[in-house]
T-cell receptor
Framework: AQKITQTQPGMFVQEKEAVTLDCTYDTSDQSYGLFWYKQPSSGEMIFLIY??????QNATEGRYSLNFQKARKSANLVISASQLGDSAMYFC??????????????FGTGTLLAVQP | DSGVTQTPKHLITATGQRVTLRCSPRSGDLSVYWYQQSLDQGLQFLIQ???????AKGNILERFSAQQFPDLHSELNLSSLELGDSALYFCASSVGFLGGIGEQYFGPGTRLTVT
């Protein structure tokens, strides 16, 4: 069965510094997709970044980048130049099937990031 | 704003009652997903519909049911409510399962409190 593991329940980072949020996954599929979502205290889930298993380059979206290490089955999120507004819960997720009958997501337990001024 | 709308935003009801949560997907999205977020279970996939048909089922209780209507909006029905059903219920939508990367855009959620 597919599984997402986030081992950091909470993290602190100073404003303007970079931070890495860890995510490891387990799957027997050759083709899969990995996502990061942000959940601020207001509750909504915001899509941040995506990495496909066949993508050779690490995904980047503005200050977000995904450090994809396929052999180690890790998909860490790197946030550069942290801002106070980055304080939120961050979830790593995996799409269970790719191009198949469903795109349902399996989520990790999340990492609560607190950015300190 | 993701473009996915959910109503109501908050719902407080008593045990044993039945409620209906409503979701309108982003314009053009054919797939609708329902997720439940609770403190003890985390974020869990409940059910997916694609263009009116059920596509996948997750950890959805028999007391819960859903449907997607011809106009693509979806409803999640929760019946015989128990205290443990208190959670944040998300609806998400995506273009489909045959195109794109499959990213899902989430609505703001409905916070259900069962007393």
């Amino acid at each position: 069965a597919q599984k997402i593991t986030q081992t950091q329940p909470g993290m602190f980072v100073q404003e303007k510094e970079a931070v890495t949020l860890d995510c490891t996954y387990d799957t027997s599929d050759q083709s899969y997709g990995l996502f990061w979502y942000k959940q601020p205290s207001s509750g909504e889930m915001i899509f941040l970044i995506y990495q496909g298993s066949y993508d050779e380059q690490n995904a980047t979206e503005g200050r977000y980048s995904l450090n994809f290490q396929k052999a180690r089955k890790s998909a860490n999120l790197v946030i550069s130049a942290s801002q106070l507004g980055d304080s939120a819960m961050y979830f790593c997720a995996m799409r269970e099937t790719y191009g198949g009958a469903t795109n349902k997501l399996i989520f990790g337990t999340g990492t609560l990031l607190a950015v300190q001024p | 704003d993701s473009g996915v709308t959910q109503t109501p935003k908050h719902l407080i009801t008593a045990t044993g009652q039945r409620v209906t949560l409503r979701c309108s997907p982003r314009s053009g999205d054919l797939s609708v997903y329902w997720y439940q977020q609770s403190l003890d279970q985390g974020l869990q996939f409940l059910i997916q519909y694609y263009n009116g048909e059920e596509r996948a089922k997750g950890n959805i209780l028999e007391r819960f049911s859903a449907q997607q209507f011809p106009d693509l909006h979806s409803e999640l029905n929760l019946s015989s409510l128990e205290l443990g059903d208190s959670a944040l219920y998300f609806c998400a939508s995506s273009v489909g399962f045959l195109g794109g990367i499959g990213e899902q855009y989430f609505g703001p959620g409905t916070r259900l409190t069962v007393t």
